[in-house]
């Protein structure tokens, strides 16, 4: 992971999501209790469909804005040493970065949204 300084992303990532998904979390769960909803069938499936689409929206845009960064980091050494770095590690592990870090992108913000409204759903 050093080779792509993936952990220091990640952790990044990982605290701005949560956040984010704590917040959209609460937004709702104030949002039934000021509406007096109290169906378990429907706020449980909002919350549901509130932490997916967040999962979703996390992973794609951290995968779309780091891929982009660690394909202009390889260019950059790839312009440095004069060498194609396609077929090389450093190619495979900026992919596998991106990978990582969108995957934790995606799971921090449902994690947030479910811890934050798991005493409302129960």
Known sequence: MSLTET?????????????DG???GLGAIFGFYISGMYDYRV???????????SAISGFSGA???????????VKRLE???LTNLKD????????TSSIIV???NGVSS??????VSAPYVI
Do not use: C, D, P, W
């Open 7 to 19: 952990s220091g992303i990640a952790r990044r990532y990982f605290a701005l999501n949560a956040f």
């Open 22 to 24: 704590a917040l959209i």
């Open 43 to 53: 706020v449980l499936l909002t919350i549901m469909a509130i932490a997916v689409g």
């Open 63 to 73: 995968f779309i804005s780091e891929k982009l960064e660690q394909e202009a980091r």
């Open 79 to 81: 312009e440095a040493i």
């Open 88 to 95: 090389s590690i450093h190619y495979q592990a900026s992919l």
């Open 102 to 104: 969108s995957i934790i």
């Open 110 to 115: 449902l994690i947030s949204i479910f811890s």
